[in-house]
Each structure stands twice: as C-alpha cells, then as structure tokens.
C-alpha cells in the first residue's frame, strides 16, 4: 500500500518501468506483510488517483488519493479497507479516511500490567470501522483539525481460554457500539512523511464517546505522540526517538483500552500482551544507511500500563530491543522495505516485516 501511496504524492522518484504519472491513474498491487499479530498476509490492492496540485510549499505535484485492498492472513483473518486522503487549497486543507470490514483473530490477557501467560484467550469477532480525519494548515508546519469514528464489534467467539472474555466480565464482551468526535492538534516539520531524517511531529488528540445511544460504552481518551529525529555525525547515520502517552477513561470497552506493544512501538511485544487505562511508551533507535540502498538499525523500548499513572510501579516495566534490515525501493527514494526482529524481557519475541519505518 504505502510505496504506492508514495508514488502518488510524489514523495520520491517514480519507477521508469510504469507508464509516465501523469497518464496513469489506476495502479492494482499485490500486498503483503508480516507481524506476529497477523501472521502472514497475502492480498490484492487497487489504488486511484487524481485532482494533482501543486503544494504551497513545495514544488512537487501530489495527488488526492482513493485505495481498497483485500487482505487474508495465514491467522485466518480476513481484512478489507477502503482509505482515501483528500487533498484541498494547495494541500492546505486536506480529509484522510478509511472504512474496515474485517473478520478477526486475536488474544486477550486481561486487564494490567501483570497478566500471565496463562490467562490468554483467543478469539474471533467481526467488525465494522469507520474514520474520518480533516485537518487545517492555519500556518507553516501547524495544523488543527477534527476527528470522526463509528466501531462496531459483534460475534465475539471465544476459541480457547475460560477468563473474563469467555465469562462475559470484561467490559465490551458481549460486543461494543461507539460513535467517537474529538479534535486534534499537530506540528510536524518531518523532512518526510514515512522516512523521517530530521525535524519533530507532535501531534495531540482528545476523543469522546458521550453517554448516549449511540454508545454503547462511553468513554473520553487523551493521547500524545512525540517523535525526533537528527543526523548524528552524518547523513547516513540517524538517531529518531518517540515518546508516547494514552489515557482512556474508566467504562471502555476492551478494544479502547490502550495496549501494549506491536509494530510500531515496544516491537517484540505481541499487541494487547498488557492493557490498562493509562499507558506511557518510548524508544529510540540508530538508522544507519550503506551505500548500496541496504541500512541497519538497532531499536530499543521501554513502556508501561497501569489502571492509572500513579500506578505503574505495581508491574515490572517492558522492556524490549532489537536489529533490523532495511532496503530502499530504488536509488533515491525514500521509502524502504524493513525487517525486524525484536525480544522482550519477557522472553518472547517477534518478526516484523513491512513497509517504511515504525515512527
């Protein structure tokens, strides 16, 4: 998805093998990734293009964009997306989206930051998710703007594990209804949206699920994301750090809880492993690039959860690191394809195989 979405908006070179962009508005992909969450996933996708501008502040040409894939995994997980971003005034205003229909698999371990390896559940469920984002340039590098989404999860069918999901205890088991409104504010001075070398993103959210019909669970969350980057002693080698913070009021469902781990952040963590109300996460790695379009990095985490921020000396906090590999698409691009491998102090692990960095 991502190296087409790059060839789009122009954020590096476009292949010489494909038609020339401007007469092309149609490409169909194959996708695949890996993740311990997902497994393996294999699936087909179609991206369309048009409306291309000039950006008020840049030379180059993008486009607004509308992408649907169809994804299965070898978890037996079934994904269909259709996502779009929509831009408006020489990119000044600009709407991005996505609609989800999926049929999932997944675990469940509870509620904290002391669940055991046996209280784990799997199960399976479906859902419907809609989001909508729209954001506002109100100066150079400063954005405000709103934030929409509707997630409805049913069927929820529990394969193994007698816990609280299986009793129907923990909140949202028998499914859950939220339709969600909030607002955003971000800076971003990233010399590039997927590749960052310099500059920082700060980007903070407040959502609201009011206590209506419409809700089936209500709940306001606050969340920050902080990411860095600098060149080190030269272009080749680059030192990123992010530091990440999520508060969930008490009466969400499960799903809205904030969790632990993933392919983004605390990699070698499986996503959900700890979940609580109040989360707080950070890393930082090292992005070295070779000569020869490879790079290597070494990544290391730290984060923890707890019912709330006074409470997170009651667990151990996680700890997680790791080496990764990475390749870029083609001479002078920026987008990469990336390979990590990441352990926990747990003992457990991860493999990680994707498109562009994790921050």
């Known amino acids: 998805m991502f190296p087409l ?31 311990p969450e997902n497994g393996a996933a294999f699936g087909l996708g179609t991206l369309y293009r048009f409306n291309p501008i000039e950006y008020v502040d840049s ?21 269909l997306e259709l996502n779009h971003h929509l831009l408006f005034a020489k990119g000044k205003i600009f709407l991005r989206g996505n609609i989800n229909v999926d049929d999932f698999y997944d675990k469940y371990y509870g509620i904290g930051g002391n669940q055991r390896e046996s209280d784990l ?8 998710f809609w989001f909508q984002q729209a954001q506002w340039q109100w ?33 949202g088991a028998e499914g859950s209804k939220n339709l969600v409104f909030g607002i955003s504010s971000t800076i971003d001075t990233r010399d590039h949206q997927f590749v ?50 999520d508060q969930t009021s008490k009466g969400a469902a499960f799903q809205f809880i904030p969790t632990l781990g993933g392919d983004r952040i605390l990699r070698g963590y499986f996503r959900g492993r700890y979940r609580d109300y109040s ?23 730290a984060g923890q959860v707890g019912s709330t921020w006074k409470n997170f000396n009651d ?23 990336r390979l990590d491998y990441a352990i926990n102090r747990d003992g457990g692990s991860g493999w990680y195989v994707r498109v562009n960095e994790a921050f």
């Open 279 to 301: 989360y707080a996460a950070a890393q930082a790695e090292i992005r070295h690039t070779f000569p020869n379009q490879f790079g290597f990095q070494a990544f290391a985490s």
């Open 196 to 245: 960052q070398s310099s500059g920082i993103f700060w980007e903070v959210q407040t959502l609201n699920a009011a206590n209506n019909g419409a809700n089936t669970h209500p709940f306001t969350r606050i969340r920050t994301d902080l990411r860095w980057a600098t060149p080190l002693s030269n272009t080749k080698t680059i030192l990123a750090t992010q530091l990440y913070l």
């Open 5 to 35: 979405f790059g060839f789009a908006q122009g954020f590096f070179p476009y292949p010489k093998w494909l038609p020339a962009p401007d007469s092309l508005h149609i490409f169909p992909t194959p996708v695949f990734y890996r993740t």
């Open 59 to 79: 030379t180059k040409k993008r486009f607004s964009t509308v992408y649907l894939s169809l994804i299965h995994t070898t978890k037996k997980q079934t994904l």
């Open 315 to 337: 667990s151990p906090w996680k700890i997680a690191g790791g080496i990764g590999l990475r390749y870029k698409v083609s001479e002078g691009s920026r987008t990469i394809l």
């Open 121 to 128: 559940e799997t199960f399976r469920f479906q859902r419907a």
């Open 139 to 171: 100066r150079k590098n400063c954005y405000l703007g709103g934030i929409g989404w509707y997630y409805d999860l049913r069927n929820i069918s529990v394969i193994s594990g007698n816990g609280a999901l299986a009793n129907r205890t923990a909140p």
